[in-house]
Antibody
Framework: QVQLVESGGGVVQPGGSLRLSCAASGFTFSSNAMHWVRQAPGKGLEWVAFIRYDGSNQYYADSVKGRFTISRDNSKNTLYLQMHSLRAEDTAVYYC???????????????WGQGTLVTVSS | DIVMTQSPLSSPVTLGQPASISCRSSQSLVHSDGNTYLSWLQQRPGQPPRLLIYKISNRFSGVPDRFSGSGAGTDFTLKISRVEAEDVGVYYCMQATQFPWTFGQGTKVEIK
């Protein structure tokens, strides 16, 4: 079955850096576009970043552009989110996910990891 | 960026009664390919989100038919025909027409 397992979260000081990983299994990782979505404690969902199946294009939320970098290693079935210049407002659970925007007759669907918590605090 | 605005933000509902959530986008969600990439997600307490509906009104397989979506352009609605206990959670609309993708603030559905 499809599994997405995030890791790399933790406590980091403002201005610091962190790299999140998402290990994928149970599907053909190299054929799927991937997303990072975050959720601050008690708050709603915020889309963070997207990368095409082959890594050819990346897109970011304005709030993280220039500070975060999404990447992937299809040989390792792993998605990454490199985060720099972290701020208190980046504190959130970070989910990696497959989020299709369409479907053939409702087949398939989305897949999410359980998330990894990033806390930015001094 | 496209701003997604949901209402209400909280919806107390009696079991077996309907619920309706509105979502409005700051600009048309019609893509240049003619599709409207408006989705609805459900997030039960303590769980990751789950897609219910894509392109306004299409249910993913496994989603109960009591969930339905409608709308066009900038105004969209999610309806639950008869709320069940397992429907408690927060519902989000999401636009995937253009990057950056954006979510609504979320609507909390709870049982009265």
């Amino acid at each position: 079955q499809v599994q997405l397992v995030e890791s790399g979260g933790g406590v980091v000081q403002p201005g610091g850096s962190l790299r999140l990983s998402c290990a994928a299994s149970g599907f053909t990782f190299s054929s799927n576009a991937m997303h990072w979505v975050r959720q601050a404690p008690g708050k709603g969902l915020e889309w963070v970043a997207f990368i095409r199946y082959d890594g050819s294009n990346q897109y970011y939320a304005d709030s993280v552009k220039g500070r975060f970098t999404i990447s992937r290693d299809n040989s390792k079935n792993t998605l990454y989110l490199q985060m720099h210049s972290l701020r208190a407002e980046d504190t959130a659970v970070y989910y990696c996910a497959i989020i299709p925007r369409t479907s053939e007759n409702g087949s398939g669907g989305d897949y999410w990891g359980q998330g990894t918590l990033v806390t930015v605090s001094s | 960026d496209i701003v997604m605005t949901q209402s209400p933000l909280s919806s107390p509902v009696t079991l077996g009664q309907p619920a309706s959530i509105s979502c409005r986008s700051s600009q048309s969600l019609v893509h240049s390919d003619g599709n409207t990439y408006l989705s609805w997600l459900q997030q039960r307490p303590g769980q990751p989100p789950r897609l219910l509906i894509y392109k306004i009104s299409n249910r993913f397989s496994g989603v109960p038919d009591r969930f339905s979506g409608s709308g066009a352009g900038t105004d969209f609605t999610l309806k639950i025909s008869r709320v069940e206990a397992e429907d408690v959670g927060v519902y989000y609309c999401m636009q995937a027409t253009q990057f950056p993708w954006t979510f609504g603030q979320g609507t909390k559905v709870e049982i009265k």
